[in-house]
Structure formats: C-alpha cells, structure tokens
C-alpha cells in the first residue's frame, strides 16, 4: 500500500468525532473533533508553520542539525518543546516536528471541542473521553495493518507517533518498519520514536531498541515491527484490527 495515499486513515475515524483532513504545504492532518473545525484548524496549523519557519530563519541549525542543540528560553514554546525532546531523546530539533505540529494544533483546538484527535504523517495528539483503537501501519510488514492499540480515555492529552526506516519521507537511520510510542506528548513521542527506530536494523535488534526507549525515561509505552517480529513494553495494549 503506498504511504502517500494514507489509507490507513479508513480506520482511523472515532464513532461519535466528526473527520476531516486538510493540507498546508507538506502539512498533511486527519482531525476528529465534536464538530468540523476546518477554519480553526487550518488556522492554528499556518500559525504553527509560520512560528517554525521564521525560527528557522533566525537559527537555521534548529533545521539541518542531527544532534541536539542548546536550549532557548526566548524561543516560542513550540520550538522550546521540540528543542527540550530531542536533548531528551538525543536526536535533532526536527525528529520532533510532525509531533509538535499535532500538539499545537490539538492545543488549538480544544478551545472548541473537548475531544480532540490530530494525526500529522502517522504522529498523532489525542485528548479523548471515549475508547478507541488505532492501527499500525508497518509498511512490508506481515503485521501491517493487523495489529492496533487499544487507548483508553485519560484525563490529560497524551501522544502516539510512530517512525519507520521503510515507509514515508522522513529521515531515519534504521530500517524498522514501524517504531510506535506513547509520551506525554506528541512532540516528545516523535523524537522518541526516531531515536528508537533509528536503533533497528534488523529483527535482531528490536530488544536493543525497547531497551533504549526505556533508558530515556521520558516516555511511556513502545512497540516496534520488524519484518514479522513485534517488541512491546509499557502502557501499550495491542489489539486486532
């Protein structure tokens, strides 16, 4: 299944949420929410573009740097959440990005609507009252689209982001077809996924990353695919789509 059609997204509607995508430059986002918010939506994702991009221009290492770089108390708070992520999980500012994007426009939109889910290219925001269970798209994986996790409501937003080495356009140096994690935020849950994904390059290595991802101790739950293996551990209850 080729990524750049997100069919995934057919099983990613909540019963009870009103769905929608919409698309700003190489912003792609699937929204739920208590009733159609495009215009604040696409609002809050131009703003989010518009802040990032003009720090960028300022610093423009915050773009190309693999690494992590100095923190920055004047930066807006979305750049402070993806520069405090990726000293957190030992990767670049923009492993972070597509996950800071979903908090920001998730932020955004709970000024209308108490439910929120926003998924950005697979990293996704949730503020949810209601079971639900999303699945995991691993690309070449016997496990793609067969396995999903069960998320119960939580009082508070959390985020769920997955990155792998075989599927889309972002940088990775591993070769996981899926490496999915669960953190208080999207943007942390982002840098955390590219750090443990980055550690898989094959089958063998799925322990070596869920031990990894667990030496951060800033996230809460991981499961990795590789080719017909899968890693669990933590707050991730698996189901079957």
Known sequence: MPYENRNYRNYSASDGLVSFTFAVKDTDLFISAERKLEKEALDAAVQARYILETYIQARPEFQTSLVPIAEDLFAPPLVQAMLQAATLCSVGPMAAV????????????????????????????????????VGIFAGPSLLSERIGLKIEPSGEPFGICT???????????GMADAATIRARTAA??????SAVGNAVKSADDIQKALDLGQSLGCIDGIVIIKDDKLGVWGNMELAGI
């Open 98 to 133: 597509a996950g800071a994007v979903a908090d920001y426009v998730g932020a955004e939109l709970l000024k209308y609507s108490g439910e929120v889910i926003v998924e950005n290219g697979g990293d996704i925001f949730f503020k949810i009252s209601r079971p639900i269970t």
């Open 163 to 173: 990155s792998s080495g075989t599927v889309g356009p972002s940088l990775s140096f």
């Open 188 to 193: 942390l849950a982002d840098a955390a996924a």
